[in-house]
């Protein structure tokens, strides 16, 4: 991976959990001061509440990404270590779709003259864990990938010994 896309990359990053930690401050702001009254027309104290669970989901990703390139640069993406950052997106993935479900259970409340809009937004979080269950498949391809590396290692040091 070459420097200009780590930088890119990292950038992108870091603006992303930046912003997240600012939505994050000014929704609990809102909450605790109360000023910002609802009207009534839709539960915004629980809309609220999961977006700044949502926003969680997205900060973990994030780091988890970060350490993963961090990692790439650094030659070491293929080892047992690279699981745990791997697993966390994974998590993170199907924390924001359980997220958008239960925004989806929120919102269904006010869309029966339209029960569509509540299929299509499940139908999003159904999409969300596929996100998720593709991941799952190139953690799988890792797995593959550090099993053939200690497998190479340890064919280098058995012909090693032999010369």
């Given at each position: 991976?070459?420097?200009?896309?780590?930088?890119?990359?990292?950038?992108?990053?870091?603006?992303?959990?930046?912003?997240?930690?600012?939505?994050?401050?000014?929704?609990?702001?809102?909450?605790?001061?109360?000023?910002?009254?609802?009207?009534?027309?839709?539960?915004?104290?629980?809309?609220?509440?999961?977006?700044?669970a949502?926003?969680?989901?997205?900060?973990?990703?994030?780091?988890?990404?970060?350490?993963?390139?961090?990692?790439?640069?650094?030659?070491?993406?293929?080892?047992?270590?690279?699981?745990?950052?791997?697993?966390?997106?994974?998590?993170?993935?199907?924390?924001?779709?359980?997220v958008?479900f239960?925004?989806t259970?929120v919102?269904?409340?006010?869309?029966?003259?339209?029960?569509?809009?509540?299929?299509?937004?499940?139908?999003?979080?159904?999409?969300?864990?596929?996100?998720?269950?593709?991941?799952?498949?190139?953690?799988?391809?890792?797995?593959?990938?550090?099993?053939?590396?200690?497998?190479?290692?340890?064919?280098?040091a058995?012909?090693?010994?032999?010369?």
């Open positions: 991976m070459g420097k200009l896309a780590v930088h890119a990359l990292r950038a992108v990053l870091g603006v992303v959990l930046a912003g997240t930690v600012l939505v994050q401050a000014m929704m609990v702001w809102v909450l605790v001061s109360g000023s910002d009254p609802e009207d009534g027309k839709l539960p915004l104290t629980a809309l609220r509440l999961i977006t700044l949502g926003m969680v989901s997205v900060q973990v990703a994030v780091v988890c990404v970060w350490r993963l390139v961090t990692m790439v640069r650094r030659g070491t993406v293929f080892s047992h270590a690279a699981f745990r950052y791997v697993d966390g997106v994974i998590g993170a993935i199907v924390a924001a779709a359980l958008w239960a925004v259970a919102n269904a409340p006010g869309q029966r003259d339209d029960p569509g809009v509540t299929v299509i937004m499940a139908g999003i979080g159904l999409a969300i864990l596929g996100v998720a269950l593709i991941v799952l498949v190139l953690r799988m391809l890792l797995a593959q990938a550090v099993a053939r590396d200690v497998e190479a290692a340890q064919m280098q058995e012909l090693d010994e032999v010369i």
